[in-house]
């Protein structure tokens, strides 16, 4: 009789310290009998764990910032030229990500965008004279990395305009010819294209350029074919390379888009930066004057320097597009939800973000030298060519375990995932292909040419 009324007093307790309002939520939910009988068969150990995550569930945790300069690298840019980063990164947040999907599926370029850019004040920007800012190499670079870090089709348009087709008229035109075109372009005013790759000739160009110039008087004829020239559709001016059949040395050509001679068509069906416009050219008996060739192009080792510093602008763009990838990837890890627990809180995920992240981090650590040494007048053909198979086939597996991360939806172009892999593609193969780029660096370390 004792124990009975113990019983009841105990029940009693229970029963006043119970909020019968939250019960009744709860018995909505599940089946009260049923999850008493798991929870009262579970050992001390599994219910205090089990009471543990219940608690920490309750309260959303604070998730620290996603930052994939791990080693702060922007930093050591001195300020007036970190501002100008964070300006560009500004840009391409609120300017180009919200539109980057729509135009690569479009195959669309978003020419409402040139002006803005140009207000940026940074195209031609590590140039002296002719309007250009001087600014360092290494800044040019994070400008590469932040541009494609949103995405790698601007990032690749930019660098045509900048690099390509100004380098070659900065690099190898007359003082003339930079009067002329070098502050138009830095304005933006007139968009630049650089034609060297051809249909049969890619990687072999340097020798096997089949396109030709012949002078003719004051004028010279220019008959070929140009392939992936990026920009090209609707450039203004496209620099056009081309061996000289008299002398037989590739010389370099400024040729307007109004010149008859000259046919940019659309190439279709990329699966890569479908955004950029590129084309393959045919020139018909092209008739350039004397005063538009390029007057201090006189073989292709003038074109190599101006190879050697893209080379350089695409290892950072594969920084880029491998730090897009890598934020997105860890962002979404702390939104995904599995098993009642965001993504990110499992090992073999946070593995697989950390050995990103050092990838990402070498990457961004070879790069940062690089650009140092090119202000520093250092920068060799190896150097560039090292920077660019390193670091587009580390960018290839970070864009790949990114993707993994996102499961199924990695493979949906709204969560950008999958252009940064598509993206990769290309930026993997431009600018000298992974086997060419290291057949540079082995003839450097060995003393041997494996070119055949
Ligand atoms: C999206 C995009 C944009 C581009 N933009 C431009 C542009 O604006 N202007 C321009 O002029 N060009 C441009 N290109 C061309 C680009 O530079 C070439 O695609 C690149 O140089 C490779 O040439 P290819 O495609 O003809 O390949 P190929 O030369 O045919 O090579 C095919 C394969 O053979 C391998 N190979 C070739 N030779 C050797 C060798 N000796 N030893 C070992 N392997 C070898 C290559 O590494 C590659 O794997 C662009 C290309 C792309 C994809």
Redesign the pocket.
Known sequence: MKNFFQSISGIKSILKNLDIEKLNKLSQKVDLNEMMGVVSSMSDEDLAKMMKMMKSGGKKKAIPPINGDFYELGKTLPEKEREIQLKVREFMEKEIRPIANEYWNKAEFPMHIIPKMAELNIAGLTYKGYGCPGHSALLEGFLAMEMARVDTSISTFFG?QTG?AMGSIYYCGSEEQKQEWLPKMQKMEVIG?????EPEV???VAGGLTTTCKREGDEWVINGQ?K???NATFSDITIIWARDLDDQKVKGFIVRKDNPGIHPEKMENKM??RT?Q?ALITLKDCRVPESDRLQEANSFKDTSVVLKMTRAGVAWQAVGCARGAYEAALKYTNDRFQFGRPIASFQLVQDLLVTMLGDLTAMQTMVTRLSIMQDNDELLDEHASLAKVFCTLRMRDIVDQARELFGGNGILLEYDIARFVADAE?IY????????NS?IVGRAITGHSA??
């Open positions: 045509v390509l294209a650089f034609g060297l790759t890619g990687s072999a140009k992936w020239i990026g890569a930066l950029v590129n290309a193969s431009y600018e000298g292909t992974k086997e060419i057949l070119f055949v």
